[in-house]
């Protein structure tokens, strides 16, 4: 066909694409290698599953596409998020797969201290929201800690800050946990001390402290960025360990404040906060001792006036025991006198009695006819009562009959035939019942039953211990089996050609949607 194309009147040279493409990635690289960038971030869809980040730049009239590798992900003081005006620090490159270009970002940090805080609003309100900033968790700071960690720069003014003045109020052992409290891993050596603390067991050989406090200088609001960080938060709400923060100036605020249980205007206020004044804790208990001394002589005192007081009022042991002792010699004197004239009385009343047989008789006379007087009394009283007992067992045989009984055994039986009747329908129709009931429970079986499966040509495979195999990974060469068929068993040896399960392969993963990034903090 090339006979009839018409011939090139052009002595222009001819670029294939990837020439095209290269020349313009060096021209734009050359031309933009270090720029700075100001717009607002526009469908940000978070770190890829790679760690990168991608979205746009826009301003009100042009768009400018824009990644983030994974290593200046990690860098970066603050997450991005969609909707927020930056400042983006980088270079220009072009995309030749889709003849785009974009700017590979070095640095990003907000557009100016309102973007930050707009940010640091935003996660203050979320915080508040979760109620990390409630009253009622907070938890009351020890009075006299024993150990006291220190999480702060080990060069900075504020450790010394801190170690002088509780030297000086009360001595104490101080664990000093070393962090950068400024750049962009600030927050996150913060967080991990925090943690770090709290795992620290209680009797090992570093113990874990009473009390932590997270301090730092005062500086702007870009300098303490890393004590807004959400994660320096959360450690700090959780902490087990009571926490005192004490960033920066009184004037200054940050989230780390905000959570902590207490907040300290300085690092100093926090050393003052943390410890008493050991002093005036010696001189309070001297004050205490001395009161208690005095208390304890004055209560004696009055304990040894009162009993004094109750010793001269008490009378003397004579005194208590004269009218007793004048009672008892009265006492004797009129028990003598009365025995004797008991004596003489009961003398006297023997001697007045007669003693004789004639007594005798008479008196035993009076006794027999007062014996025979009640046995005659009681026989008349036991014939009365045989005459009445008998009286009513006659009335009681008149109304007692065998046509009565009869009646009665006869309504007893009719009534016993209905029960037999009835018993006998009853038990027919439950037998019924349970016979439909297993028949149907027959069939259900024979439906459900292995036996009906192995009619159809399927086996059952045991092992040596006559447990059930049901993968072929569970079956080793030269393995003893067991197939059991719907009319006797088999043994087998497994083969070197024993089926393996083909390995699944694993699922790729799935790629994230823009638009379903989770919080971003």
Known sequence: MSDFLPESKTNAAEYTVSEISGALKRTVEDAFGNVRVRGEISGYRGPHSSGHAYFSLKDDRARIEAVVWKGTMS??????????????????TTYPGSSK???????????????????????KRKLAAEGLFDSERKRRLPF?????????????AVIRDII??????????????????????????????????????????IVRPDLLIVARGGGSLEDLWGFNDEALARAV????????????????????DLVADVRA???????????????????????????LKGCISRNFDRKRQALRAAARALPSPDQLLALPRRHFDEATSRLSRALIVSTERKRARLSAIR??????????????????????????????????????????????????????????????????????????????RLRGRLTQAERLMSTLSH???????????????GMLVKRAAEVATDAALSLTFADGTVGVVAGEGAARPKPQPKPAPKAKVPGTQGSLF
Request: no cysteine; charged share 25%.
């Open 101 to 123: 270009y974009q700017i590979v970002i070095d640095n990003l940090e907000p557009a100016g201290a309102g973007a930050l805080m707009a940010l640091l609003e935003e996660r």
């Open 144 to 156: 006299m800690p024993m150990v006291i960690g220190v999480i702060t720069s080990p060069t900075g």
């Open 237 to 256: 709400a959780a902490s087990r360990i009571p926490v005192i923060s004490a960033v920066g100036h009184e004037t200054d605020w940050t989230l780390v």
């Open 451 to 465: 036996q009906s499966i192995l009619e159809r040509g399927f086996a059952l495979v045991t092992n040596e211990e």
């Open 265 to 291: 205007p300085t690092p100093t206020g926090a050393a003052e906060i943390a410890v008493p004044v050991k002093a005036d804790l010696e001189a309070t208990l001297a004050n205490l001792g001395a009161r």
């Open 355 to 432: 003693l004789s047989p004639a007594t005798l008789d008479r008196r035993l006379a009076e006794t027999r006819r007062t014996t025979d007087r009640d046995i005659a009394r009681a026989y008349a009283a036991l014939r009365a009562m045989l005459r009445e007992r008998r009286t009513r067992l006659d009335r009681t045989a008149q109304r007692i009959g065998p046509e009565p009984l009869m009646r009665r055994q006869k309504l007893a039986g009719d009534g016993l035939a209905a029960l037999q009747r009835r018993m006998d329908q009853v038990t027919k129709i439950r037998l019924e």
């Open 164 to 205: 002088h003045r509780i030297k000086d109020r009360f001595p104490l052992h101080v664990l000093l946990w070393p962090v950068r409290v400024q750049g962009d891993t600030s927050g996150a050596e913060v967080a991990a001390a925090v943690r770090g603390f709290n795992e620290l067991a209680a009797d090992g050989a």
């Open 75 to 92: 860098r970066l003081k603050f997450r991005p998020e969609e909707g927020m005006e930056v400042i983006a620090t980088g270079k220009l």
